[in-house]
């Protein structure tokens, strides 16, 4: 194939409709650090398990390869710019908690923080590992999840191909 083809094939993916975008905590203490994904996706209801796809060359892809658990936070909109930020900057020269606002707190049975002003938190153990091309798909079984009284499944951020948005109306239920 051809350098453009590949870009091609590349942009086409672009076509996907948004995933959800989730601002993933992991490691301990000072080290703790926050990366925002897109790639993030149910894998198996029984057990239940989440995935995240990480790039190889992300600070938090070597934190995901030492720790055993990670924190999937949901953000609403009015974390946009904190979720943009979170996945413009590398928590290897920064402490984005500090920087972006974002409070770390204790997470009921996992060693990674949560983020407070999240509405959904749900805490993974790591089970898997899976390599694909150039992101690994760090399964995580969920053993613990908060959720706001006041949040509503609508009210999680989405994003692909550039633009953030928030889920659009009902249109049928099952
Ligand atoms: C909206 C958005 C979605 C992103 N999704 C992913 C993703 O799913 N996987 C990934 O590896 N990087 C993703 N990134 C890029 C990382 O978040 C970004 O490279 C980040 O700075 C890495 O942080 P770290 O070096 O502290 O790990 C995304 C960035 C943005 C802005």
Known sequence: ????????LRLGLRNMPAFPVCLITVGKGK???????????????????????????????????KEEDFVVNVPGKDLVKETLACGT???????KFGLYGLVKTESCKVSAPSISQCPV????????????????????????????????????????????????????ER
């Open 121 to 172: 938190n749900f805490e993974c153990k790591k089970v898997q590992k899976v390599t694909t091309g150039d992101h690994d798909w760090f399964i995580g079984e969920v053993v613990a999840v908060m959720v706001d009284k006041k949040y509503k499944r609508g009210d999680g951020l989405l994003y692909w191909g550039g633009e953030f948005r928030l889920p659009g109306k009902i249109i049928k």
């Open 1 to 8: 194939m051809t350098k453009e083809e590949v870009e091609n």
């Open 31 to 65: 080290e703790a650090n926050i990366i925002t994904a897109a790639m993030v996706h149910v894998f198996s209801f029984e057990p239940p398990l989440i995935g995240i796809g990480i790039a190889l060359q992300r600070h938090s892809h070597g934190l995901l390869d």
């Open 89 to 95: 900057v590398s928590g290897k020269e920064v402490d």
